[in-house]
């Protein structure tokens, strides 16, 4: 049986949405605040505290989860916070924004110099595994933080402690190298297929449970074909993530140099072909038009 936390959510966008409810569903107590507050009213019917500033919304928090855009996104939190003096004795910080590394552990050093918590612990999944608490959820950190804040974890997905703090967020540039680099293969791919005249539908079938089968070839397989660029995940994101990886090689004197085209593709589709706000499959539409085929 699970036992009841107090957690506040900040950030509900296209992830901390499901995220909330996964939290709610667990039987967990949650308030959530969005800078938008509109995004975050629908919530209250699902049985969360819908705070009307953040201040308001981390006041006595077991655990504060931040969902947003980036690492000086949380980090301006963070300051926000303990300006204010907002956060309960003991308070647990998750980070499950996408950032760098040197973010998460300056944000760690920060806190924990004060008596609080701190886990960077962003995620892979999507929108998909956010809506089925499937999320793959890569914790840096103190081990003993990490155990004390399981529970919040495994409302949400499937959790691993990967290493201190910076950890979590090093796993994920290095998943968002695997998703970019296999996105461009499987939009190549399908874009062969489909030229060549083969169903694409059946490809990805009869590729299925071979050593090509993956999540990205099923699912944005699909998206490509269909032609559905809604949203999951985006490709600014995308090219956020990709950058930090790039600065974080940089910064070990490492070259990347599937990664570094691959962003460079994703930043033409978002400058030349208005790709920002369409999921990151989107790159098949950034490969067509390199091929003068219609969009």
């Known amino acids: 049986m699970t036992t009841s936390r107090k957690i506040t959510l900040i950030g509900t966008g296209l992830m901390g949405v499901p995220m909330s409810r996964n939290l709610l569903k667990a039987g967990h107590e949650l308030t959530v605040w969005n800078r938008t507050l509109a995004r975050a009213e629908p919530l209250a019917k699902d ?3 819908v705070a009307p500033d953040a201040m308001t919304a ?3 928090a077991e655990f504060v989860i931040t969902m947003l855009s980036d690492g000086f996104a949380s980090g301006a939190m963070i300051e926000e916070t ?3 003096k ?3 004795p003991g308070a647990i910080w998750i980070d499950m924004s996408s950032a760098k590394p040197e973010h998460a ?4 050093k920060l806190l924990e110099s004060l008596g609080f918590g701190h886990l960077d612990a962003p995620v892979s999944g999507g929108t998909k595994g956010a809506e089925s608490a499937s999320l793959a959820i890569m914790v840096g950190g103190k081990p003993e933080t990490f155990e004390a804040a399981r529970m919040v974890f495994e409302a949400m997905g499937r959790p691993v402690h990967v ?3 910076g950890a979590g967020q090093l796993s994920k540039l290095a998943n968002q190298t695997i998703v970019a680099v296999t996105i461009s293969a499987v939009a190549e791919a399908m874009l062969l297929a489909e030229q060549g005249g083969a169903d694409p539908a059946a490809v990805r079938a009869a590729l299925k449970g071979g050593f090509a089968d993956s999540i990205i070839l099923q699912q944005h397989g699909e998206r490509m074909t269909e032609g559905n660029f809604v949203p999951g995940g985006l490709t600014k994101f995308q090219v ?3 950058n930090n990886t790039l600065d974080e090689a940089a910064s070990h004197g490492l070259t990347l140099p599937a990664t570094e085209s ?3 593709r994703f930043q033409h589709f978002i400058d030349a072909m208005d790709g920002a706000e369409k999921d990151h499959s989107g790159l098949y539409l950034e490969l067509k038009a390199r091929n003068g085929l219609p969009t």
């Open 47 to 49: 049985g969360a505290t």
């Open 86 to 88: 907002a956060l309960a």
């Open 105 to 108: 552990r300056a944000q760690a």
């Open 58 to 60: 981390i006041q006595g």
């Open 163 to 165: 290493g201190p703090s």
């Open 240 to 242: 956020k993530d990709l």
């Open 82 to 84: 303990l300006a204010a």
């Open 262 to 264: 691959v962003r460079d």
